[in-house]
């Protein structure tokens, strides 16, 4: 069974940092290609960034300069490091093997202005 754990989130100042991080079991990540999404109250779920299974990235354009995402294959783990936050950022941040309806249970992102 397939299984994503997102963690990482919490309250931070606008201008601060955070980083997300993506846990799976029961699939190897490293031949996947991962996504990040965010949903804010009242919003659509929205692309955040991805990585293909060729380490290839890209980020939306609202976190353009900002966010990083990344993968460490030994811990089968994908990363969003997310810097100079805005209070726009707040949302649940979810991962998701693309091309699946393997979702995490998402974690919350606050920024306060």
């Known amino acids: 069974q397939v299984q994503l754990v997102e963690s990482g989130g919490g309250l931070v100042q606008a201008g601060g940092s955070l980083r997300l991080s993506c846990a799976a079991s029961?699939?190897?990540?490293?031949?996947?290609?991962v996504g990040w999404y965010r949903q804010a109250p009242g919003k659509q779920r929205e692309l955040v960034a991805l990585?293909?299974?060729?380490?290839?990235?890209n980020v939306a354009d609202s976190g353009k300069g900002r966010f990083i995402i990344f993968r460490d294959n030994a811990k089968n783990t994908v990363y969003l490091q997310m810097n100079s936050l805005k209070p726009e950022y707040t949302a649940i941040y979810y991962c998701?093997?693309?091309?699946?309806?393997?979702w995490g249970q998402g974690t919350q992102v606050t920024v306060s202005s």
């Open positions: 998701t093997v693309i091309g699946t309806s393997v």
């Open positions: 029961g699939i190897i990540f490293s031949i996947k290609s």
């Open positions: 990585i293909t299974r060729g380490g290839s990235t």
